[in-house]
């Protein structure tokens, strides 16, 4: 009896556990396999009114095992809920996958969002990576409310000077900070926690008798004038709030001065004295000295000046004056303007009325002894002269048809000079130039010799004009290849010789008088060499492939030009040959070999065909998938082969490449003239993807924690970003990979193998900044990195790829592209974007990216990495980033 009992007992357990369990949203308990993943959300119930720090919690099933559950509101990942709660209930009710922590929870902030409907959903990945969503839970979020006043100063008050800006902030999730902006810019934050018992008495619900703020704003910072002032506080839960904004006048006192010295009209010499007074009632920060409207140096301020503090004893300033050592040599002789320009402590200048003056100092003189105008010179020829210049000689440059070539070498022995010109005492003004006239053309050229003072001015010297005859430095050659009269088809090697005494610099091949290319020199022709010993060159042949469809058929020339390193041209006699080639050609220009298609894909390219085109079928895997529309404009194609007048030569195709299987095929054009015959494009390899693969790598994780500081560590801050951009991708469609889904230890080369093996179709690595030593710092700001090669780092596991000048700028334009969206989502300071071969993005196969947050060590910054929207905000950056990289390809 007491057996049947118990058993009655447990019957009665098991019917109410079975009557009370909620089942899942999707399926019943009776159809449910182990395979079927299927959850449930507990609390909230849809309709709740939410406040404070609410817990979420709920239940999952997976066959594959739980990756990771996920909490959105509004769509976006607020955070990841820990999973592992004990749920005998759902134990008991699914027994197939013998899972007694099925439960999860998540501590939701409602203070971090805006009071009004919200929904909530729950997202899990299985370890199979397979995504289920449950049902949004609609919810109301209503949390106090935050206000605040300014008390002064009041609209309309005119300030000078430093002034309090003062008043009192109420916010029941707690004051961040409050900034101060003048005419809508930040200008500093204000101190929060004055004695405000009147704010307390009014507002007891908040219980705070330090509400108030202050700042003191100086006011000789901003140009006197009507100006606006505002206050912006910044929560604790990241919500902004400004007051109303007014209109102030700033008034502070003026600035002026006067330039004693030099007076409009004075003629100066040498080093002169600058001087004169300056008052601002802000300040002086600094006096600058303008010659000619550019500035020449700064004025020394401090000058005992008592007639000025007695002409003006409100400035309380008996040092006003200042003064300037204008070395009058650096300038020419002649008309200029003084000016001086004074800027205050508060920023603002003041510039007082320009002066009129003449400098009058020594010349500088000299003279080019040879070689004299009308010489004709060959070889190398000695250019020698003398110069005097009182303030001394910085350089002297030789210009050959006004281009220096050159420069003298100056200090030869001339006491003639000094006999002549004593006051200089220089005997040793001379100087002289070896001048190669081999490197220029035979012919008439100038020649000028320009001096440069130890003042920097420049004396030049009348030119001279002199005739360059080489007639010894000969040049020949031949073109071996085509002969006059040779019919060319396809690709044809031109070749055949050259010399030249003062050596070759290039040959250009020319048809019908225009450059196509340029020959490779330097081909061993021990023929020539035997001809010609006393050129001693034993390779002075050359070559060029002319691909001679890109011309129409018919009669051409071919011409060799060549340009000497002395600069002379030679170009060989014309040799008229004959092109015939095939009569249908064409080409395609879309997709491009090794390229990934996916969707609908148009092809396009064009054919020309003198018989005309019947039709043009496009070919997958060797097999007719369809016919290409013929008749496209394309001018180009009539421009650059008007003989077939074909301005509609191109054609286009839609290709579904959904009706393919995944992976690596060719596509192949092939042509049918109307007059019969089939002309065959070359093959071309490409890939059908349809959907695009993201590898994302949290970095660090496990035993590696990354950078630190204040509590936090860079692993779990790049984790946390990570699954956020993952939740935003795989809600766009994309497959979407991570190096860990858990605190979990990745090797490096792991990564990029994982990424590798996997096939991904780009790489994206998350990491938080540091600086050195890891204490307390300035430096702040996003950056962003691709790969660059650096020999001393050769690649270990992608040899083949890590630089591949594809994989490269496709590396670089998706990095700039996430970099320019994180720094206009976030407002953060843009470090920029940079080469280097950190591993992961040296080892993956694919375009690659390693982005770095932000400073962990800065606390401002830290406090930003830690919050979700901003968080939410780099997500998304990253995320759009990569939608708008594959758009583009």
């Given at each position: 009896m007491?057996?049947n009992?118990?058993?009655?007992?447990?019957?009665?357990?098991?019917?109410?556990?079975?009557?009370?369990?909620?089942?899942p949203?999707t399926?019943?308990?009776?159809?449910?396999?182990s395979q079927?993943?299927?959850?449930?959300?507990d609390?909230?119930?849809?309709g709740?009114?939410?406040?404070?720090?609410?817990?979420i919690h709920?239940?999952?099933?997976?066959?594959?095992?739980v990756?990771?559950?996920?909490?959105?509101i509004?769509?976006?990942?607020?955070?990841?809920?820990?999973?592992?709660d004990?749920r005998?209930d759902?134990?008991a009710?699914?027994?197939?996958y013998?899972?007694?922590?099925?439960?999860?929870?998540f501590?939701?902030?409602?203070t971090k969002?805006?009071?009004?409907?919200?929904?909530?959903?729950?997202?899990?990945?299985?370890?199979?990576?397979?995504?289920?969503?449950l049902p949004n839970?609609?919810?109301?979020?209503?949390?106090?409310?935050?206000f605040?006043y300014?008390?002064g100063p009041v609209?309309?008050?005119t300030?000078?000077?430093?002034?309090?800006?003062?008043?009192?902030?109420?916010?029941?999730?707690?004051?961040?900070?409050?900034e101060?902006?003048v005419?809508?810019?930040?200008?500093?934050?204000?101190?929060?926690?004055?004695?405000r018992p009147?704010i307390?008495?009014?507002f007891?619900?908040?219980?705070n008798?330090n509400?108030g703020f202050h700042?003191?704003?100086?006011?000789?910072k901003?140009?006197d004038?009507?100006?606006t002032?505002?206050?912006?506080?910044n929560?604790?839960?990241?919500r902004?709030?400004n007051?109303?904004?007014?209109?102030?006048?700033?008034?502070n006192?003026?600035a002026?001065?006067?330039l004693?010295?030099p007076?409009?009209?004075?003629t100066?010499?040498?080093?002169?004295?600058?001087?004169?007074?300056?008052l601002?009632g802000?300040?002086?920060?600094t006096?600058?000295v303008l010659?000619?409207?550019?500035?020449?140096?700064q004025?020394?301020?401090?000058d005992?000046r008592?007639?000025?503090?007695?002409?003006?004893?409100q400035y309380?300033?008996?040092?006003?004056?200042?003064?300037?050592?204008?070395?009058?040599t650096?300038l020419?002789?002649?008309?200029?303007t003084?000016?001086?320009?004074?800027?205050?402590q508060?920023?603002?200048?003041?510039?007082?009325p320009?002066?009129?003056?003449?400098?009058?100092?020594?010349n500088?003189?000299?003279?080019?002894?040879?070689?004299?105008?009308g010489?004709t010179l060959?070889?190398?020829?000695?250019?020698?002269?003398?110069f005097?210049d009182e303030?001394?000689?910085?350089n002297?440059?030789?210009?050959?048809?006004?281009?220096?070539?050159?420069?003298a070498?100056?200090g030869?022995?001339?006491s003639?000079?000094?006999?002549?010109f004593p006051q200089?005492n220089?005997?040793?003004?001379?100087f002289?130039?070896?001048?190669d006239?081999?490197?220029?053309?035979d012919?008439?050229?100038?020649l000028?010799?320009?001096?440069t003072?130890?003042?920097?001015?420049?004396?030049?010297?009348?030119?001279?004009?002199?005739?360059?005859?080489n007639?010894?430095?000969?040049?020949?050659?031949?073109?071996?290849?085509?002969?006059?009269?040779t019919?060319?088809?396809g690709?044809?090697?031109?070749?055949?010789w050259?010399l030249?005494e003062?050596?070759?610099?290039?040959?250009?091949?020319?048809?019908?008088?225009?450059v196509v290319?340029q020959?490779i020199?330097?081909?061993e022709?021990?023929?020539?060499?035997?001809?010609?010993?006393?050129?001693n060159?034993?390779?002075?042949?050359?070559?060029?492939?002319?691909?001679?469809?890109k011309?129409?058929?018919?009669?051409?020339?071919?011409?060799?030009?060549?340009t000497?390193?002395?600069?002379?041209?030679?170009?060989?006699?014309?040799?008229?040959?004959?092109i015939k080639?095939?009569n249908?050609?064409g080409?395609l220009?879309?997709?491009?070999?090794?390229?990934?298609?996916?969707g609908?894909?148009?092809?396009?390219?064009?054919?020309?065909?003198e018989?005309?085109?019947a039709?043009?079928e496009v070919?997958?895997?060797?097999?007719?998938?369809?016919?290409?529309?013929?008749?496209d404009n394309?001018p180009?194609?009539?421009?650059a082969f008007?003989q077939?007048n074909?301005?509609n030569?191109?054609?286009?195709?839609?290709?579904?490449?959904t009706l393919?299987t995944?992976?690596?095929?060719t596509?192949?054009?092939?042509?049918?003239g109307t007059?019969?015959l089939?002309?065959?494009l070359?093959?071309?390899?490409?890939?059908?993807?349809?959907?695009?693969?993201?590898?994302?790598d949290?970095?660090?994780?496990?035993?590696?924690?990354?950078?630190?500081?204040?509590g936090?560590?860079?692993?779990?801050?790049?984790f946390?970003?990570?699954?956020?951009?993952q939740?935003?991708?795989?809600?766009?469609?994309?497959?979407?990979y991570?190096?860990?889904?858990?605190?979990?230890?990745?090797?490096?080369?792991?990564r990029?193998?994982?990424?590798?093996?996997?096939?991904?179709?780009?790489?994206?690595?998350?990491?938080?900044n540091?600086?050195?030593?890891?204490?307390?710092?300035?430096?702040?700001?996003?950056?962003?990195?691709?790969?660059?090669?650096?020999?001393e780092?050769?690649?270990k596991?992608?040899?083949?790829?890590?630089?591949?000048?594809e994989?490269?700028?496709?590396?670089?334009?998706?990095?700039?592209?996430i970099?320019?969206?994180?720094?206009?989502?976030?407002?953060a300071?843009?470090?920029?974007?940079h080469g280097?071969t950190?591993?992961?993005v040296r080892?993956?196969?694919?375009?690659?990216?390693?982005?770095e947050?932000g400073?962990?060590?800065n606390s401002?910054?830290?406090?930003?990495?830690?919050?979700?929207?901003?968080?939410?905000a780099i997500?998304?950056a990253?995320?759009?980033g990569?939608?708008?990289?594959?758009?583009?390809?």
């Amino acid at each position: 009896m007491k057996h049947n009992n118990k058993l009655v007992a447990l019957l009665f357990v098991v019917i109410a556990l079975l009557l009370s369990f909620k089942l899942p949203f999707t399926t019943s308990a009776q159809t449910i396999s182990s395979q079927t993943t299927f959850g449930y959300l507990d609390n909230p119930g849809s309709g709740a009114t939410l406040k404070g720090t609410h817990n979420i919690h709920g239940w999952f099933l997976d066959g594959s095992g739980v990756a990771s559950i996920e909490v959105l509101i509004d769509g976006v990942v607020a955070g990841q809920a820990i999973y592992g709660d004990a749920r005998q209930d759902v134990q008991a009710a699914y027994p197939q996958y013998n899972n007694g922590n099925a439960g999860f929870h998540f501590a939701l902030d409602t203070t971090k969002f805006a009071d009004g409907n919200h929904t909530i959903t729950i997202k899990e990945t299985g370890q199979n990576g397979q995504v289920t969503t449950l049902p949004n839970c609609n919810i109301t979020i209503k949390n106090d409310n935050v206000f605040g006043y300014l008390d002064g100063p009041v609209a309309g008050t005119t300030l000078n000077g430093t002034y309090n800006v003062h008043g009192w902030f109420l916010d029941g999730n707690g004051i961040s900070t409050i900034e101060v902006l003048v005419d809508g810019k930040v200008v500093g934050q204000a101190t929060y926690g004055d004695a405000r018992p009147d704010i307390k008495t009014a507002f007891p619900q908040f219980n705070n008798s330090n509400a108030g703020f202050h700042f003191p704003l100086d006011t000789t910072k901003f140009s006197d004038g009507s100006h606006t002032i505002s206050i912006r506080e910044n929560g604790l839960n990241g919500r902004i709030t400004n007051l109303p904004t007014f209109s102030i006048n700033i008034k502070n006192d003026n600035a002026f001065g006067y330039l004693d010295n030099p007076i409009s009209g004075s003629t100066l010499k040498g080093t002169h004295n600058v001087h004169g007074w300056f008052l601002d009632g802000t300040g002086v920060s600094t006096i600058e000295v303008l010659v000619d409207g550019a500035v020449v140096g700064q004025a020394t301020y401090g000058d005992a000046r008592s007639d000025i503090k007695n002409a003006f004893p409100q400035y309380n300033n008996d040092n006003a004056g200042f003064h300037y050592a204008l070395d009058t040599t650096k300038l020419s002789d002649g008309k200029h303007t003084i000016s001086i320009r004074e800027i205050g402590q508060n920023g603002r200048t003041i510039t007082l009325p320009t002066i009129s003056i003449n400098i009058k100092n020594d010349n500088a003189f000299g003279y080019l002894d040879n070689p004299v105008s009308g010489s004709t010179l060959k070889g190398t020829h000695n250019v020698h002269g003398w110069f005097l210049d009182e303030n001394g000689v910085a350089n002297i440059d030789v210009l050959i048809d006004g281009k220096v070539v050159g420069q003298a070498i100056y200090g030869d022995a001339r006491s003639d000079i000094k006999s002549a010109f004593p006051q200089y005492n220089n005997s040793y003004a001379g100087f002289h130039f070896a001048l190669d006239t081999n490197k220029f053309s035979d012919g008439q050229h100038t020649l000028t010799i320009k001096a440069t003072g130890l003042n920097g001015r420049t004396t030049t010297l009348p030119s001279s004009t002199i005739s360059i005859q080489n007639a010894s430095a000969k040049k020949i050659g031949y073109i071996d290849n085509p002969a006059s009269g040779t019919t060319l088809k396809g690709n044809h090697n031109i070749h055949g010789w050259f010399l030249d005494e003062s050596d070759v610099a290039s040959i250009e091949v020319l048809v019908d008088g225009a450059v196509v290319g340029q020959a490779i020199y330097g081909d061993e022709r021990t023929d020539v060499y035997k001809a010609y010993s006393q050129y001693n060159n034993k390779n002075a042949g050359f070559h060029f492939s002319l691909d001679t469809t890109k011309f129409s058929d018919g009669q051409h020339t071919v011409s060799i030009r060549e340009t000497g390193k002395n600069g002379r041209v030679v170009t060989l006699p014309n040799n008229t040959i004959t092109i015939k080639n095939a009569n249908a050609f064409g080409y395609l220009d879309n997709p491009v070999s090794g390229s990934k298609l996916r969707g609908i894909h148009n092809i396009s390219g064009w054919f020309l065909d003198e018989n005309g085109v019947a039709n043009i079928e496009v070919l997958v895997d060797g097999k007719v998938v369809g016919q290409a529309t013929y008749g496209d404009n394309r001018p180009d194609i009539q421009n650059a082969f008007p003989q077939f007048n074909n301005a509609n030569a191109g054609f286009h195709y839609e290709l579904d490449t959904t009706l393919f299987t995944e992976g690596q095929h060719t596509i192949t054009i092939r042509e049918t003239g109307t007059g019969g015959l089939v002309t065959t494009l070359d093959t071309i390899t490409v890939t059908f993807k349809q959907k695009i693969s993201v590898f994302l790598d949290p970095g660090h994780g496990g035993s590696d924690p990354g950078a630190g500081a204040g509590g936090v560590r860079e692993a779990d801050l790049n984790f946390s970003v990570a699954q956020k951009v993952q939740a935003l991708l795989v809600e766009r469609g994309y497959t979407v990979y991570m190096s860990r889904y858990a605190n979990t230890t990745v090797g490096l080369l792991d990564r990029s193998q994982m990424a590798n093996d996997l096939k991904a179709d780009i790489f994206v690595s998350i990491h938080t900044n540091s600086t050195s030593g890891g204490g307390e710092t300035s430096a702040n700001g996003i950056e962003s990195y691709y790969y660059q090669y650096f020999p001393e780092y050769p690649s270990k596991i992608n040899g083949d790829m890590h630089n591949d000048p594809e994989r490269v700028s496709n590396s670089i334009s998706l990095t700039k592209i996430i970099q320019e969206n994180l720094i206009e989502y976030t407002g953060a300071n843009n470090r920029g974007t940079h080469g280097e071969t950190f591993s992961v993005v040296r080892e993956s196969a694919m375009p690659a990216t390693l982005i770095e947050m932000g400073f962990i060590n800065n606390s401002a910054e830290r406090q930003k990495l830690v919050a979700n929207d901003y968080q939410n905000a780099i997500a998304r950056a990253i995320a759009d980033g990569i939608v708008e990289y594959t758009n583009s390809l």
